[in-house]
């Protein structure tokens, strides 16, 4: 019987603890010994007798006792597991069937925790790999750091991750705290011939790097340390495997061909394991020795070399600690060694500036870069992001919580006589918790759905990547976020609609009528539109601040025409040309681009904004110590060169055809830096001396306007040489485009390559390219913030409106006498919106309270808006109160409607 | 007396106690008593045995207990046949037949 009915159990108190199992067993026996005993005594033993005849009768007391209390112990688990497994059971059909009942509760519900969850599985994906997960088989990852320099400039503190050859060199010889080092930086380059010729990464390193992973050539060898020695180095390469297998298939004979890296020949030695990709995210083709890369393009020239010289710094440095070494000796001891380092630096060029003003020291930071002192800006607003992403959650699982509480209030009556009945709370409790989390399981599949299409959109979007990256569906950390994030929102939305219903007193909601049982409004469901209201104003005012940053760094005035300006670059690969050579090459280039119908005018660059710089150390009379001062980056252009760029000359001249390779130097001053240099003085006619205080006066005969080329936010002491005069032969050219550059750039690029001989080429790069990765993560945030405002700002209307829809239907009846005693339907209407926006402006001003709080933390993130900016917040503070309005005003209509003799004789 | 006793077969004492309580629910005592006077003594049993058995075939569902008032007023813990102890009972009472029908079988032959 018992076993049949579980209930029943519980209804008869037979109750199954540890302690009871042990007395039943105790009282059975009891109760056999007593009758045992008293037949026998019956039958003319005395007590004594009788009782070692029933002792000899039941054999060994205390062995079956045990016995027979672990023989039950085991039967009461069993069941209740079976038990638990049969409510259980009952609870999913029970929910399924409301489910089916209500199909379009459930697909509501369901695609609000799908969006919720969704959107946070895949924030959860980027920053995963922007901050937390190290990159794949890296061997000790505590062990591994990226190594930080630190240097102050004009008394801030600067990190700097980037350096050069001969530090690196330094360091590694200087210091004893760590195994492995390794430079390593990510380049694009052309890779293969002819038309088929494409950009890609390669990435670029010393032969440490294969022993800071745990792997193995999938085919062939790693380079080794024979093949990376400067100046030369030998030109071997390692193919990732996702080119090995799109480019030749998969097979071996991939071994030993030759292979176009940039302007070199390189002989593919090996193919690193699937999955490998360095310690960056940009997906690379190949891994070759620093040293031949660099001999391979020449960088620095043959009077500066790369593997000599302190002053080019052009990639990051990752090393390894050696076990038993801790971060702070390793960082003492890598000091030590970036001290030493930098006395030889001055020592070999005393110009250096002075150990004691720059008070250089370093770090071993986290391996990730985002983790690091240079963390970038997108990593940042990606950490923002997913607290927005929780906070949709948060609204999605308070508008679910409102949808259940709604209804569990409904089934009040039911729930109550069935606690009559002699339903445990628990159970009730396991119920409502079977149906949430029924709901936010399917939610969370919904979920890790969106997280698959939506994340690879984000993707693109954060890392600026193409690929398709890995699947969501195969991400176990992903999946277990996933899981782990619906498991909590069908707990958090079951528990509230059951603590609610559970605590209610079952007399009097048995007593009350079916209307009376329900009507008192409840504070909790209230308590849960404040918050989604205040959330929503939070999100909101965060889109706000975004789009007005958008906007803002959109129409900074960038002292250049960004939109009608191409780069060109130039690449040449196997061709050898002498300086005259090369020089009418350029020379050629330029008047060919000038001559095409698209383009308005064309001049020769030394740098790109924002890609490249050049500087020297000037020297002004009058003036210490320019240095001081800050640094002063040098642009070299020719004739057109203004007019190219669009930037303005304020006073003075431009170019002109008179500033010859042997004609006196003249530069063009950017206003910065002849308001840093000439306080309060003509700039026009000064003498600057270029690189050494002896050198020949460099005339200023012009003054131009500010440009950005280093940062959105500042401008930069800045000027400009003639091409001639500077030297025509290094940098690409700028072609300022008849109409938006970027449609240009085809014809551009196929005019010029038919002057490009043998493996040469030509990039054309649109300004507006260049930029966007600058603005990106403003409009990123934008984007985000403006889509999950948007989600919260929906779902938290859809909560009003149900719950004074829902409040409106509860109250026919008051409505009705309402009508009855002569309200019109306006008062009515008004009553209900006031009712309305009674529960929402108190969340509207907690919302605007909270975002001004935490204005503090997200202003470095905004571009020249304040985080207070007040056309946001009363932007926002109308939007959501005209929303609430409007999410009132359509359930108030209705109830103006009443029939006052149809709400009144319901009763 | 001990060396007349009747060794009992593995799993007779579970048909034998299934058997008893065919007549309805019955405590272990009564289980005890009525087996002892049946087979006249014959069978030796340990009481300690008995209950094993008994408390083996309630977790394994054959039987059930309850609770109950024994007639000189005392609680005492009574057993009943369950559907499945039904089963068992008569599948037991099959294989033991003819068990014992061959094993007389060969017995029998001269």
């Known amino acids: 019987m018992i076993r049949r009915f ?60 045990e016995r027979l209390t ?18 259980f059971a009952q609870d999913l059909r029970y929910a399924l069937r409301g489910l089916r009942l209500k199909p379009w509760f459930a697909v509501a ?3 609000t925790l799908g969006l919720g969850i969704g959107a946070n599985a895949a924030m959860f994906g980027i920053v995963d790999r922007l901050l937390f997960r190290p990159p794949p088989f890296l061997d000790a990852p505590a062990r591994e750091s990226r190594i930080y320099l630190m240097r102050s400039i004009r008394g801030t503190e600067t990190s700097q991750s980037f350096t050069g050859y001969r530090r690196y060199l330094d360091l590694r010889e200087t210091t004893t705290s760590f195994d492995a080092m390794t430079p390593y930086y990510v380049n694009k380059a052309a890779i293969g011939t002819g038309e088929a010729t494409l950009e890609m990464n390669v990435a670029i390193s010393g032969s440490d790097l294969w022993k800071m992973f745990a792997i193995k050539p999938a085919i062939g060898r ?218 936010a399981i399917l939610g969370g599949g919904l979920g890790i759905a969106i997280a698959q299409w939506g994340g690879i959109a984000m993707r693109r ?39 609610q219903t559970g605590r209610g007193d079952v007399a009097s909601a048995l007593k009350a009528g079916s209307r009376e049982g329900v009507v008192h409004r409840s504070r909790l469901r209230v308590g849960l539109l404040i918050v989604q209201a205040a959330l929503s104003v939070m999100l909101l005012i965060g889109a706000g601040l975004f789009l007005r940053s958008l906007s803002n760094v959109e129409n900074v005035h960038m002292g250049y025409d960004a939109d009608r300006l191409l780069y060109v670059g130039m690449n040449a690969r196997g061709v050898k040309r002498d300086s005259l050579q090369n020089s009418a090459l350029r020379r050629a280039l330029l008047a060919k681009a000038q001559s095409l119908p698209g383009v308005e005018h064309a001049t020769l660059a030394l740098t790109v904004p924002f890609r490249s710089s050049w500087d020297f150390s000037i020297y002004v009379a009058g003036i210490d110590s320019t240095q001081r001062l800050g640094s002063f980056t040098l642009q070299a252009g020719s004739q057109d060169f203004f007019a190219t760029m669009g930037t303005r000359i304020l006073r003075g001249r431009s170019f002109n055809s008179t500033d010859g390779e042997h004609a006196p130097l003249v530069m063009v001053a950017s206003e910065s830096m002849v308001k840093a240099l000439w306080p309060n003085q003509d700039a026009i006619g000064k003498c600057v001396r270029i ?217 | 007396m001990a060396n007349n006793d009747l060794e009992l077969l593995q799993g007779t004492l579970d048909l034998l106690i299934l058997k008893t309580l065919t007549w309805g629910a019955r405590h272990g005592y009564a289980i005890a008593s009525w087996i002892r006077d049946t087979t006249q003594q014959r069978l030796q049993i340990e009481d300690g045995a008995l209950y094993t058995a008994l408390h083996r075939m309630e977790k394994r569902g054959w039987i059930e207990a309850e609770w109950g008032v024994s007639d000189n007023n005392r609680k005492a813990k009574y057993y009943q046949l369950t559907s499945k102890g039904r089963r068992q009972l008569r599948v037991k009472t099959a294989v033991w037949t003819e068990y014992a029908a061959a094993v007389f079988q060969v017995l029998k032959t001269d």
């Not at chain 1, 004594?48 to 007391?61: H, L, M, N, Y």
């Not at chain 1, 672990?70 to 409510?87: H, M, N």
């Not at chain 1, 950390?477 to 996933?482: I, K, N, V, Y």
């Not at chain 1, 300022?736 to 001989?757: F, I, N, P, Y």
Request: aromatic residues 8%.
């Open chain 1, 691 to 907: 690189n050494a205080d002896t050198a020949p006066c460099t005339t200023v005969v012009g003054i131009a306007e500010d440009v950005r080329r280093q940062s959105m936010a500042e401008t930069q002491m800045h000027y400009y040489m003639p091409a001639d005069q500077f030297n025509p032969n290094i940098g690409g050219l700028f072609v300022r485009t008849r109409g938006l550059a970027a449609d240009k750039g085809e014809e551009v690029r196929r005019a010029l390559q038919s002057l490009m001989d043998g493996g040469s080429y030509v990039t054309v790069t649109p300004m507006t390219t260049i930029i966007a990765s600058q603005i990106r993560s403003w409009k990123l945030g934008a984007l985000m913030f403006s889509v999950f405002g948007a989600l919260a700002l929906v779902l938290a209307a859809i909560g009003l409106y149900s719950v004074i829809a829902y409040n409106v239907t509860q109250r026919t009846h008051e409505m009705g006498v309402r009508v009855a005693l002569g309200a019109q339907p306006r008062d009515v209407i008004r009553l209900i919106v006031n009712e309305g926006l009674r529960i929402v402006l108190p969340g509207v001003a907690l919302g605007a309270v909270l975002a001004l709080v935490a204005g503090r933390w997200i202003a470095p993130l905004l571009f020249q808006v304040s985080p207070k900016d007040p056309p946001v917040l009363v932007g926002v503070v109308t939007i959501l109160v005209a929303v609430a309005t409007v999410a009132s005003w359509l359930p108030a209509r209705r109830a103006a409607r009443v029939d006052p003799n149809e709400a009144l004789r319901a009763d």
């Open chain 1, 222 to 439: 790693f380079f080794t340390a024979e093949e990376d020695v400067p100046p030369a180095g030998t030109r071997v390469a390692v193919l990732s495997y996702s080119y090995w297998q799109t480019e030749f298939g998969g097979r071996k004979e991939a071994l030993g061909t030759l292979m176009d890296i940039g302007p070199a020949k390189y002989t593919i030695v090996g193919v690193a394991p699937d999955g490998f990709n360095g310690f960056e995210l940009d997906p690379v083709v190949a891994f070759i020795p620093i040293s031949a890369e660099n001999a391979a393009v020449g960088r620095g020239g043959p009077e500066n070399p790369w593997y000599s010289t302190y002053n080019m710094t052009w990639f990051e440095v990752f090393a390894r600690r050696r076990p038993g070494v801790t971060e702070a000796a390793a960082t003492t001891d890598l000091t030590n060694a970036y001290r030493q380092s930098y006395r030889k630096q001055t020592e070999a060029n005393p110009k250096n500036q002075p150990y004691a003003l720059t008070k250089p020291h370093a770090m071993v930071g986290p391996v990730l870069r985002d983790r690091g002192p240079n963390e970038r800006s997108d990593a940042k607003v990606a950490s923002w992001l997913i607290g927005v992403a929780g906070m949709v959650l948060l609204i999605a699982c308070a508008n679910v919580a409102n949808l259940l509480l709604a209804r569990a209030l409904k089934r009040r009556r039911e729930i109550a006589v069935r606690i009559a009945l002699g339903v445990s709370r628990g159970r009730l409790l396991m119920q409502l918790l079977t149906e949430s989390l029924l709901l």
């Open chain 1, 70 to 87: 672990t023989i039950d112990r085991s039967r009461v688990g069993q069941e209740q597991r079976a038990e638990w497994w049969s409510a």
């Open chain 1, 109 to 111: 519900v369901i695609l």
């Open chain 1, 6 to 65: 579980p209930g029943l159990r519980r209804l008869l108190h037979i109750e199954r603890g540890r302690a009871t199992v042990d007395r039943a067993v105790d009282d059975e026996l009891r109760f056999h010994f007593d009758m045992t005993m008293r037949e026998l005594m019956a039958g003319g033993m005395n007590p004594e007798e009788a009782r070692r005849e029933t002792q000899r009768r039941f054999g060994d007391v205390q062995r079956t006792r």
């Open chain 1, 461 to 499: 979007l954060l890392l600026g990547q193409d690929d398709s990256g890995p699947s969501a569906f195969a991400d176990s950390r992903l999946l277990l976020f996933a899981i782990a994030l619906a498991l909590m929102a069908g707990i958090l939305t079951g528990l509230v609609p059951a603590f």
